[in-house]
């Protein structure tokens, strides 16, 4: 049985298959397949609600002026929440550094967008020179900017 004192250098192994002139992978397979899974259910989710209102019908339901009924309002109010806040929960445990920042980027862009959009818009329409805001149009073009500012920061 060997002691060590404070002043004893740390006893180190060496290793002969040492690649140190190869980067590490930033990810391992096992991750990035949980990743994949993560989004994978939400997109699911996403799926399974568009379908169920395109076989509801998308003309009533998109129609102005026509409430929707209240079970499908929680209903798909509870699937987008359960996505959202349940995905971004287990993404965010699975994303590196990197990652975080460059949906940290695309979230400040995608809002950048909304905040200048929407109140001109809303302004606008208060002012009679534009119809009443769209605001499925709105929400789509804060995904889109989403998207593409977050395909930009990963792939630049």
């Given amino acids: 049985m060997t002691t060590t004192t404070l002043t004893d250098p740390p ?7 040492l690649n140190l002139g190869t980067a ?3 990810r391992s397979k096992i991750d990035r397949k949980r990743f994949y899974q993560i989004i994978g259910v939400c997109f699911a989710l996403g799926g399974a609600a568009g379908f169920y209102i395109g076989m509801y019908g998308v003309e009533e339901l998109i129609a102005a002026g026509i409430p929707w009924s209240p079970a499908l309002v929680i209903g798909l109010s509870t699937v987008y929440l359960v996505a959202l806040l349940g995905g971004s929960y287990l993404l965010e445990r699975e994303m590196d550094e990197a990652e975080k920042q460059i949906a ?8 950048a967008t909304f905040i ?18 769209m605001h499925a149009y709105i929400f ?4 889109v900017s989403m998207t593409l500012s977050s395909l930009f920061y990963r792939f630049r």
């Fill in 11 to 17: 006893q180190v192994e060496a290793s002969n298959n």
């Fill in 24 to 26: 590490a992978p930033s």
């Fill in 104 to 111: 940290r980027k695309a979230g400040e862009f995608a809002n």
């Fill in 116 to 133: 200048t959009l929407y109140p001109v818009w809303f302004l606008l329409w208060k002012g009679g020179l534009v119809p009443e805001p």
């Fill in 140 to 143: 789509i073009a804060f995904l």
